[in-house]
């Protein structure tokens, strides 16, 4: 059975930072896209980034390039999000994702494994 865990989430300060964490047991994601969502109270989920098994290749939402990095480490079947220079609308529960694709994707339909979510709080 795939399992995919996030941690790290919390309440920080508007331009403070965290770091989550997305742990994936029951299948390696070596080859295959993995990705960060997030959804706000009374908002449909929306993409945050993604990153190619090799990890050579990334994309972000426009709302936090440049905030925002996505990284993984395939020996530990573990993708990371780190994120710096928080704002109050970064606020929303964060979703780790694994698609089949080796290739990009950022819609949620292409990612077919789902954490169950960790929620950032950051306030003004």
């Known amino acids: 059975q795939v399992q995919l865990v996030e941690s790290g989430g919390g309440l920080v300060q508007a331009g403070g930072s965290l770091r989550l964490s997305c742990a994936a047991s029951?299948?390696?994601?070596?080859?295959?896209?993995m990705g960060w969502f997030r959804q706000a109270p009374g908002k449909e989920r929306e993409f945050v980034a993604a990153?190619?098994?090799?990890?050579?290749?990334?994309h972000y939402a426009d709302s936090v390039k440049g905030r925002f990095t996505i990284s993984r480490d395939n020996a530990k079947n573990t993708v990371y999000l780190q994120m710096n220079s928080l704002k109050p609308e970064d606020t929303a529960v964060y979703y780790c994702?694994?698609?089949?694709?080796?290739?990009?994707?950022?819609?949620?339909?292409?990612?077919?494994?789902w954490g169950q979510g960790t929620q950032v709080t950051v306030s003004s």
């Open positions: 990153i190619r098994g090799n990890g050579n290749s990334t």
């Open positions: 994702a694994g698609s089949l694709y080796s290739m990009l994707v950022i819609a949620s339909f292409q990612y077919n494994y």
């Open positions: 029951g299948r390696t994601f070596s080859s295959s896209t």
